[in-house]
Structure formats: C-alpha cells, structure tokens
C-alpha cells in the first residue's frame, strides 16, 4: 500500500500508534508475525471457542453484577466496596464497563488500562473518589457509588 501510495504520488501519513507496543493492537500484530503458524492456528481456534461461549460469559457477568448491587437508580449504582473488590479485577473490569455503559449508553474509548488503574485506586487506604471518564466512582462508607458526570 505504501509502495503504490508513493508510485501514485499519493499524500498520506503515517501514524506512529500503529508502531507503538503500548498500545493493544501493535503489540498483537508483532506476537503474530513472531509466533509459528502453527500457533497461530491454535490461538484461531481458540478465538472461535471464546466466540462461541461469549454470550455465556456476558451473561454471566451481568449475574455477578446483579448480585452486588445494593441501590441503583437512573443516576446512581451502588455497589458494596468489598464484593467488588474481592472478585478478579478482570471481572470487576468488565462490570465497571457495563456500569459506564448503562450511564452512557456507549463503551466509548473506555481502555482497559484506565479501569485497572481505577481498580488500583480502589486498594489504596486513602481513596475516595475516582474520575473514569464520564463517570464518577466514590467510596461512601463501605460502598462504591458509580455516577454519571453532571448528576
């Protein structure tokens, strides 16, 4: 593509993301180019069983969801502080995922790596209140209240 842009006199750039391994998609882009092909038949296969069991697993994190939360109203969540943070913090990751959907209505450019650093937040004695994008998420006594921004 970037020999025919040129041959062609073509103007385009070149965006230097798509080399940077801190970012999700390089990095698995250089694992694939490094991995045997016969690996990388197997993370294929993989790949179609985790679709297959996905609506499963979704489910599944909406029961564990449900189960935490102590209030919740059009402007609010409330969600015991120590039943969340006792679980995985993948687990807790995609519950908070879900809990920023409902408010927003949109996943947004909501990255993994700013969630586990609210997740982190939570562990520290001192922690309060955590601003994840369009949501606020504030420890009140032994409870977490997830809210959108604006309320």
Same mark, same amino acid.
């Given at each position: 593509i970037l020999e025919y842009n040129r041959k062609n006199k073509f103007h385009f750039v070149i965006d230097d993301s798509n080399n940077n391994l801190a970012y999700t998609r390089? /990095?698995?882009?250089?694992?694939?180019? $490094?991995?045997?092909? =016969?690996? !990388? #038949?197997? +993370?294929?296969?993989? @790949?179609?069983? &985790?679709?297959?069991?996905?609506? /499963?697993?979704?489910?599944?994190?909406? $029961?564990?969801?449900? =189960?935490? !939360? #102590?209030? +919740?109203?059009?402007? @609010?969540?409330? &969600?015991?502080?120590?039943?969340l943070t006792s679980i995985d913090s993948l687990i807790s990751e995609k519950i908070i995922k879900k809990i920023f +959907?409902?408010?927003?209505?949109?996943?947004?450019?909501?990255?993994?790596?700013?969630?586990?650093?609210?997740?982190?937040?939570?562990?520290?004695?001192?922690f309060k209140l955590y601003n994840l994008r369009s949501m606020y998420i504030k420890k009140v006594n032994n409870s977490l209240i997830f809210e959108k921004k604006g309320n």
């Amino acid at each position: 593509i970037l020999e025919y842009n040129r041959k062609n006199k073509f103007h385009f750039v070149i965006d230097d993301s798509n080399n940077n391994l801190a970012y999700t998609r390089p /990095s698995i882009r250089k694992f694939l180019k $490094e991995t045997p092909s =016969k690996n !990388v #038949s197997e +993370i294929k296969s993989e @790949f179609k069983n &985790i679709k297959k069991y996905s609506n /499963s697993y979704k489910s599944m994190i909406n $029961e564990i969801l449900i =189960k935490r !939360v #102590s209030k +919740i109203d059009i402007d @609010f969540i409330e &969600i015991d502080f120590k039943s969340l943070t006792s679980i995985d913090s993948l687990i807790s990751e995609k519950i908070i995922k879900k809990i920023f +959907i409902f408010f927003n209505g949109y996943e947004a450019s909501l990255r993994s790596s700013k969630i586990q650093t609210c997740i982190n937040e939570f562990n520290k004695s001192n922690f309060k209140l955590y601003n994840l994008r369009s949501m606020y998420i504030k420890k009140v006594n032994n409870s977490l209240i997830f809210e959108k921004k604006g309320n």
